[in-house]
């Protein structure tokens, strides 16, 4: 059982490029969202989703989209990457209702020239 | 919105001694959650807290959830080099809600 699948674990760009980070998870959940965590600002939610075809903007939407075509798949795209976007993102998944844990990804770390 | 304070920000023990930390919510929880995170990987989920004055144990680690529902506690006993890490709580901000919110997370150092 794979879990919530990210990749790539690394990248490097330069500022103005584009890239997507990809998340896949394998337990048929609903719920998908992507993180970023920085030194002293904790986990912060960039962009959510309750299901296929269902988005939503978190706390740090800016400079980010989203896609959720599958149940599987939530795709974070970085539109013209900046500095500031240099982080650590995770993604996670987790069932319909409450009460039950967020499974995470093991994140990618992005760096920004 | 519900805010997670955590305490201390970090932790410095020597292996074998017991440490507390302390997650404490502005708002009535509806479920606690502690993830443990090592560097370079994803956050591992310990233990999920729902009800007041609820306490769960997995090995050396006991994590508790006052009666009124707004503290939770995470104790380690006899602490080894492999407790080394950043302890998250996460918490429901309401029934049926899928948003967790984190705290900034406790980093724990164990010196053998």
């Known amino acids: 059982n794979a879990g919530v699948t990210q990749t790539p674990k690394f990248q490097v760009l330069k500022t103005g490029q584009s890239m997507t980070l990809q998340c896949a998870q394998d337990m048929n959940h609903e719920y998908m969202s992507w993180y970023r965590q920085d030194p002293g600002m904790g986990l912060r939610l960039i962009h959510y989703s309750v299901g296929a075809g269902i988005t939503d903007q978190g706390e740090v939407p800016n400079g980010y989209n989203v896609s959720r075509s599958t149940t599987e798949d939530f795709p974070l795209r970085l539109l013209s990457a900046a500095p500031s976007q240099t982080s650590v993102y995770f993604c996670?998944?987790?069932?319909?209702?409450?009460?039950?844990?967020?499974?995470f990804g093991d994140g990618t770390r992005l760096s920004i020239l | 919105s519900q805010e997670l304070e955590q305490s201390p920000q970090s932790l410095i023990v020597q292996e074998g001694k017991n440490l507390t930390i302390n997650c404490t919510s502005s708002k009535t929880l509806y479920g606690l959650y502690w993830y443990k995170q090592k560097y370079g990987e994803g956050l591992i989920f310990l233990m999920m807290l729902q009800k007041g004055g609820e306490e769960k144990s997995h090995e050396k680690i006991t994590a508790k959830l006052d009666e009124k529902k707004q503290q939770s506690s995470l104790h380690i006993t006899a602490s080894q080099p492999s407790h080394a890490g950043i302890y998250l709580c996460g918490a429901d901000p309401g029934a049926g809600s899928y948003q967790l919110t984190f705290g900034k997370g406790t980093k724990l150092s164990v010196i053998p």
């Open positions: 996670a998944s987790r069932p319909q209702g409450g009460g039950q844990p967020q499974h």
